[in-house]
């Protein structure tokens, strides 16, 4: 079965509504809904007195409905009793400032009251709920990501530290403290990153983001373990939320839970709103090392700056299939029924405020019929060649003050380097470095592929021809090891500035960047030349560097690029060096979009990575999971696709050989047996 649903939050509504709900939910073909996530409030009204006879009735009515529910826990909101009684358990701003309710997330994750008051709650619907027959999976909070500043934090803060640096001395040096008179000589006098006068230690900071990370986890687990006792044959998941501001470092956290759960809100609406959502999948398969669950998007309005975006028609569609194409158990929304109030009144839902007789509404019955039908083949896998590296604490590091450039955007390098790819057709995964780059122990099973327990995601970096980093600041000895022995042994590895600059602790590999791939690309970089915003600087290929530019030296590498303009005139800016039975590039200037995409084209071809579908018009984008081929088309007219094989249309049933014509907007599923598809990845 796959998943089709959304947040469901009866409470906001009167009972007699509820049967219309489900009505509606049935017409829908939706299968399950998440439940309670904002619940606390109604179900404990006050402390220690629950209220579950509204929760029991709407267990029971979906139930009756054949609707599957994924049960909240509602920890993410607090109610207001909670702030009263311990207002040491509100959050506290790096400014001082006390938040207080009155919106949500308004906890300290640190504070005793709080994970106290968690517990009861989860305890008390594990002890009602874990045996209901409508209960498909645990949904525990929702979007652990809140920070907070306090003394409790602060006194939580200092024990990991302990744990992870053992003495002051260690974590001074860790922290260069030797800079700027920070030197440390009582655990007592740490306190977590708060206002200051001028730039903080960044490696302060980033231990603090560490920390929050594994903080957060911990108040997971706490619940996960209760609930898992409950009953251990009910899976149990977490939101995770993707942004800059969250200290949740996911790629840790997957082997935490029992199916990864991804919300992700493509807010692009220029073109590019495909590919960031092929973005968002990717990552979420990688985070979850195969399949995983879309828990919320947005099945309309789409938040953008300054003005919502009114989803064209067919987008719904194609956004979530293409989640599903690219592993996802499903589809799910945030949220069902449009409220009549409160805090997030506009944001569109499956049932707007107009009721179900719209396009909204009307698209969603036509994707609940295509998922159940498609459900039966859509369990497969998705295979790449190529691994793009990701890793939060790099973007943490590059977050802060004091960087060479403002507009360093880990998030946006990244996605241009995917975009990349996916304009390619070029199938993609994600690669985490592992835990050693925390300075702990590895986990066990990590230790899988060439990588080792260096890389984790998928199998290591066993399966790819090709791996590119891009921003990824920070590196363990482990994992750049790893890396070498993965080109040594014949792989590609492509490394753009900004890479393999700092160890773990964010302190600077000293000898000329990148420190920790030097010799394996085979240059040296002496000096950072960021460039202004606007400007360019030229290259002797035609093409133009943005953003940023380097003085390179080379020591073994060929250079297939150079600069062409400013001082850079002559030097190198893209190199390729051999390395044992592989190749690594060095990839100095930044690039356009285009530009980007046709050296990795180049770079592939070299590595015998071939797109999934050549010859594919470009508005069509391919993706095959198992024995299907989604086919979307993101253009305004039909689109003509040659196919590699024959098959059957999974929607019609209809066989299908030679070509499609997939309509415009539209998505065609095909069931082509691999002995039919022929183009392999490679
Ligand atoms: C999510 C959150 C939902 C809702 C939604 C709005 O991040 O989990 O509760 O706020 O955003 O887009």
Redesign the pocket.
């Known amino acids: 079965m796959l998943f089709f649903g959304g947040?469901y939050n009866p409470e906001q509504w009167p009972e007699q509504i509820w049967p219309e709900d489900v009505a509606l939910m049935r017409q829908a073909g939706v299968t399950i809904v998440s439940l309670g996530?904002?619940a606390w409030s109604h179900l404990e009204p006050e402390e220690g007195r629950f209220e579950f006879g509204r929760l029991d009735r709407i267990m029971d009515l979906l139930h009756d409905g054949g609707i599957r529910v994924a049960l909240a826990t509602p920890t993410a909101s607090p109610p207001p009793w909670f702030t009263l009684a311990h207002p040491e358990g509100l959050p506290v701003t790096a400014d001082g400032v006390r938040l207080t309710h009155g919106s949500r997330d308004t906890y300290c994750v640190s504070a005793p009251a709080y994970r106290a008051a968690a517990r009861t709650i989860a305890t008390e619907l594990a002890a009602r709920y874990a045996r209901h027959p409508a209960l498909a999976l645990w949904h525990v909070h929702?979007?652990y990501g809140t920070d907070c500043r306090c003394d409790l934090t602060a006194s939580a803060f200092r024990s990991w530290l302990e744990k992870r640096h053992g003495d002051l001395d260690a974590l001074n040096e860790s922290w260069t403290t030797a800079f700027w008179s920070q030197r440390y000589s009582d655990w007592a006098q740490i306190m977590p990153p708060r206002a200051t006068q001028y730039l903080p230690n960044p490696a302060h900071v980033l231990d603090f983001r560490r920390f929050l990370s594994d903080e957060l986890l911990g108040a997971f687990v706490e619940q996960r373990d209760l609930l898992r006792e409950a009953n251990p044959a009910v899976p149990i998941t977490t939101?995770f939320?993707q942004g800059g501001w969250v200290s949740v470092d996911h790629a840790r956290w997957a082997s935490e839970v029992d199916i990864v759960a991804v919300?992700h809100?493509p807010a692009a609406v220029d073109g590019r709103g495909e590919a960031e959502t092929a973005f968002g999948g990717d990552l979420a398969r990688g985070w979850a090392g195969g399949e995983w669950l879309l828990m919320?998007t947005?099945p309309n309005l789409i938040?953008t700056p300054g003005r919502m975006h009114a989803k064209e028609p067919g987008r719904l569609t194609r956004h979530s299939l293409n989640y599903v194409a690219r592993g996802s158990r499903g589809a799910m929304y945030?949220?069902w029924r449009q409220p009549r109030g409160g805090a997030?009144l506009f944001?569109s839902a499956l049932v707007p405020h107009a009721g179900p007789d719209t396009p909204v509404f009307r698209e969603a019955i036509g994707l609940g019929r295509t998922l159940k039908t498609i459900a039966p083949y859509a369990g497969g896998e998705v295979e790449a060649r190529v691994a793009i590296g990701w890793d939060a604490p790099s973007w943490w590091a590059l977050q802060g003050g004091g960087l060479p450039a403002a507009d360093i955007d880990y998030l946006a390098a990244v996605q241009q380097t995917h975009r990349a790819l996916y304009r390619s057709g070029i199938p993609t995964d994600f690669v985490f470095p592992g835990r050693t780059d925390s300075g702990e122990a590895s986990r066990a099973g990590d230790a899988v592929g060439s990588g080792g327990a260096a890389w984790v995601g998928g199998a290591g970096l066993r399966p790819y021809k090709i791996v590119v980093l891009t921003h990824l600041f920070l590196i363990s000895d482990e994992s750049a090891a790893a890396l070498r022995e993965f080109v040594a042994a014949g792989g590609h590895l492509v490394v753009g500035h900004l890479s393999g600059i700092a160890d773990p602790a964010g302190r600077i590999r000293l000898g000329g960047y990148p420190g920790a791939f030097r010799d394996v690309l085979g240059v040296r970089v002496v000096e950072w030349r960021p460039l202004a915003p606007g400007t360019t600087i030229a290259l002797d290929d035609g093409e133009q560097g943005v953003r940023w530019s380097e003085r390179v030296e080379t020591a073994g590498a060929e250079t297939v690029v150079r600069y062409a303009g400013d001082v850079l005139a002559g030097a190198p800016a893209i190199t390729r060096n051999r390395f044992g039975a592989g190749v690594a590039w060095y990839v100095s200037p930044g690039l356009d979009d285009d530009a980007l995409r046709r050296l990795l084209e180049r770079v592939a071809a070299e590595a015998g990575v071939t797109p999934l579908l050549p010859g594919r018009p470009p508005e069509v984008e391919a993706v095959r999971r198992g024995e299907l081929l989604f086919l979307f088309n993101h253009g305004s007219g039909p689109a003509v696709v040659a196919l590699p094989g024959s098959g059957t249309n999974a929607v019609t049933k209809r066989a299908v050989s030679e070509s499609v014509t997939v309509p415009a907007g539209g998505v065609m599923v095909i069931n082509m047996p691999d002995r039919e598809f022929k183009s392999r990845t490679g």
């Open positions: 947040d996530v904002f929702n979007e939101n939320v919300d809100y919320e947005a938040y945030f949220q997030e944001h």
